[in-house]
Structures are given as C-alpha cells and as structure tokens.
C-alpha cells in the first residue's frame, strides 16, 4: 500500500472540495437505495421512541465511529468481500455504520422499556450502544490487524505513539480550556470527547506526514500543513504541529461555543457536539490503523 498521494490545491478549487477527501463519492445506485432505506428506517423508529439523549449516549456511540474507520481501512485494502466493498467506501461508511449503530440504539431502547437487567443492574442504552460497538470494533480491527500481518506490512510502533500521545495532549489541552472558558466544562465527558478525537487526529496526522512520509487526502487539511512546512520551524520540528494547533484551537472554541446551547437544548446540543467528535476521532483512528498496516 503505497503513501497517500498529496492534493494540490488550485486556484479555482470550490469550497466542498477543500473539505473533502480525495476519493469521496457516492456508491452504486442499488446499494444507495438500501443505504438510505435503512437510515430512513432506523432514523423513524428513533424518531417514533424519543430516546433521551445525554452526554453518555453520545460517548457510547464512540465505539461506533472508530468501526467505520476500521471498515473504511480494510476498504482501501481491497480486503472486503466485493458484494459488500462499495457499503464501506466514502460517504457509504457513515451511513452504514450509522444505520447499524442506530439499529442497536433502538434495541437498548426496547430493552430499557421492557425493564431488562443483568444481575442486579438495569440495562441502559448507553451501555448497550456501547457494548456492541466496542464487539464489533474488536473484530474490526482485528481483522485490520490480520491484513497486514499476512501482507508483512505490520508495524504499529508509530500508531502506539501517536495514540499514547494523544492522552496527555488531550488532559493539558483540556485543562487549558476549562481555564480559558469556564463555561466549557459544562459539556462534561462529551466536551472531553471532541478534544480528544481531534487531539487524535492531529496527533496521527502530524505523525504519517513528518515520520512515514504520508500525505494527505483533504486539501484544506493539507493547506494547513503546506503553512506549518513553510514556516523556519519545520527543519527542526516538522510541518504537522501546526495541525495540532489548528484541530485543537478549533476544537476547543466549538466546545466553548456550546456552553449556553448545552443549558438551553442538551439533546440537540450534545448530538451535534457528537458529530464534532466523529469527524476527529473517525479519521484518526483511520490513520492509526492504515499506518500500522500500509507499510508506511
């Protein structure tokens, strides 16, 4: 699996292209109308039940989002069945995941009304979101793993780094919030969500670019890193740190932007907050596990 190749920007390049990925397009037609039947589906029984929506449901979808990741990997490792290959491609991932994910939200939905437990504790949604996720993405990414052993392209070294990285960049940018803006602590665990999935992000990216020698497949992404590799510093310490800054600035304002939407609607608040995080964590763990298996 070669490096990916690196987007050049042109003067004419409309605003959607800058945001996304190189590859990004829609699926056949006959798996487009199962894709949307689905999320039509999952999105009308959820509508019908009304779950409650609170910061551990959205944490209890994280599993999920690095589920896609890992299909998408295996995606553009040609190692998926073809029946099933163009269901993991790009945007098809998010919303096979998605229906799947919410189909098992649903699931806890029923078995809360119905008053399930296991042992002595009642069974919560969250649990169940999470639970199946965290099942599945073992899988998936043992699978990820698997590929590369055989291929002899294994080499997760970079990837542990990246990740083990992540965690205490992610407690200091934190810290520095809740200083800066107070008011960001009232998005709790999901605020601590964002900033560690774009910490995750960055952290990976500034990694395959200054280490492996991968490039990048968003344009505005890779603006942000032509900028850092044109600056004095990045004969001494890379291109990528800009990055870092970038995602985690960003991160951090939104976060603090929703410290009065989070008081005034917590549900609408803390599933956008939810997709926020999904756009880091979702291509950071993608990052991680392509560079663990792709030879980089």
């Known amino acids: 699996m070669q490096p ?11 605003p959607s292209q ?6 990004f397009g829609l699926p056949p037609l006959p798996y487009l109308v199962i894709l949307l039947f689905a999320i039509g589906a999952v999105g009308y029984g959820l509508y019908v039940r009304r779950p409650t929506v609170d910061a551990w449901v959205v944490v209890g979808f994280a599993p999920w989002m690095a589920v896609g990741s890992a299909l998408h990997v295996l995606y553009v490792l040609g190692a ?16 096979s995941v998605g229906a799947i994910a919410g189909g098992f939200w649903l699931v806890g939905v029923e078995l809360v009304r119905s008053g399930a437990s296991i042992g002595d504790s009642d069974v919560t949604a969250p649990v169940v979101v999470g639970v199946s996720g965290t099942a599945v993405l073992v899988a998936a990414v043992g699978a990820v793993l698997a590929v590369g052993a055989a291929a002899g392209t294994l080499q997760p ?26 008011g960001a602590s009232r998005s709790g665990a999901v605020g601590v969500f ?27 992404s890779q603006l942000i890193l032509d900028v850092g590799a044109a600056l004095p510093t990045a004969s001494a310490i890379g291109s990528g740190w800009l990055f870092v800054l970038v995602k985690l600035t960003v991160a951090g304002l939104v976060v ?18 939810g997709l926020v995080a999904a756009v880091g964590l979702g291509p950071g763990v993608h990052n991680l596990l392509l560079f663990a298996v792709a030879g980089g």
């Open 194 to 220: 964002v900033v560690f999935g774009h910490a995750l992000d960055g952290i990976s990216t500034a990694i395959g670019v200054d280490v492996l020698g991968f490039g990048e497949r968003t344009p505005l």
């Open 4 to 14: 990916f190749a690196v987007v050049a920007l042109a003067s004419d390049v409309r």
């Open 157 to 182: 070294l970079w990837p542990t780094i990246a990740a083990l990285l992540t965690l205490p960049v992610t407690a200091f940018a934190w810290i520095v919030l809740v200083r800066i803006a107070p």
């Open 80 to 95: 998926l069945p073809p029946a099933i290959g163009p269901l993991a491609g790009t945007p098809s991932v998010y919303l």
């Open 18 to 23: 800058l945001l996304l990925p190189e590859g």
């Open 256 to 273: 603090a932007l929703f410290d009065d939407f989070i008081e005034e609607s917590p549900a609408e608040a803390y599933l956008l907050l």
